[in-house]
């Protein structure tokens, strides 16, 4: 069976700081992987996604970036982090070759950043 | 830009009594899910409608997609405390691997 694992699931940085999230998945090849930012009232915003190694799509200009350096593993990362980068981000994969009809997203269990 | 609206943003009822949440969008999806997330943890997948008019049952949730595949419905019957959580649609509708739309979610509360 397939399963996503994320760390760390809580992290306290200060401003400025840099970044760096990690997600990996077993039991699968060549998924779609996907980050995604949960906020208070503004529901889930997706960050970026990747269809292959080193292939990264950014879905909204900010302050992070994403690495896809091996199949199973999604990086997201920050080389300054602002307050505004505060919330519950999320790793999510889906079987690459199919619709999202009848492959959704599997999401991993997050991870709460909090910039101070 | 695709959205979903889901309504209500937040409800909180007793136990036993029946509820529905609703999930409408001015746009066609080809399919759409329903996902359940409890607090710290990622939402998990509860359904995926693909036709227009489907219903689809979940033991006391049941799930419909609108005739013209703009909406959708949960109606959940004699809740209990375990049913608390997010409950979020997302549609699919223009292809490709980053065609998914995400509502804000509706936040229930099942008291005892």
């Known amino acids: 069976s397939q399963t996503i694992h994320q760390w760390p699931a809580t992290l306290v940085q200060p401003v400025g700081s840099p970044l760096s999230l990690e997600c990996t998945v077993e039991g699968t090849s060549n998924p779609n992987l996907y980050w995604y930012r949960q906020a208070a009232g503004r529901g889930l915003q997706l960050l970026f996604y990747?269809?292959?190694?080193?292939?990264i799509s950014s879905e909204v200009p900010q302050n992070l970036s994403a690495s896809r350096p091996q199949d199973r593993q999604f990086i997201l990362s920050s080389k300054k982090l602002l307050l505004s980068d505060s919330g519950f981000y999320l790793c999510a994969w889906t079987r690459g070759t199919a619709g999202f009809y009848n492959s959704p997203l599997h999401f991993g269990n997050g991870t709460r950043l909090t910039v101070t | 830009t695709q959205l979903l609206e889901q309504s209500p943003q937040f409800l909180s009822i007793q136990e036993g009594e029946n509820l529905t949440v609703y999930c409408n969008s001015s746009?066609?999806?080809?399919?759409l899910q329903w996902y359940r997330q409890e607090p710290g943890e990622g939402p998990v997948l509860l359904v995926t409608v693909v036709t227009g008019g489907e219903v689809k049952k979940l033991k006391r949730l049941t799930f419909q997609f609108g005739d013209a595949r703009k909406d959708s419905s949960l109606h959940i019957t004699a809740a209990q405390p375990g049913d608390t959580g997010l409950y979020l649609c997302?549609?699919?509708?223009?292809?490709?691997?980053?065609?998914?739309?995400f509502g804000k979610g509706t936040h229930l509360i099942i008291q005892p």
């Open positions: 997302a549609g699919a509708g223009r292809g490709g691997a980053d065609g998914l739309t």
């Open positions: 990747s269809v292959g190694i080193g292939q």
């Open positions: 746009s066609v999806f080809s399919s």
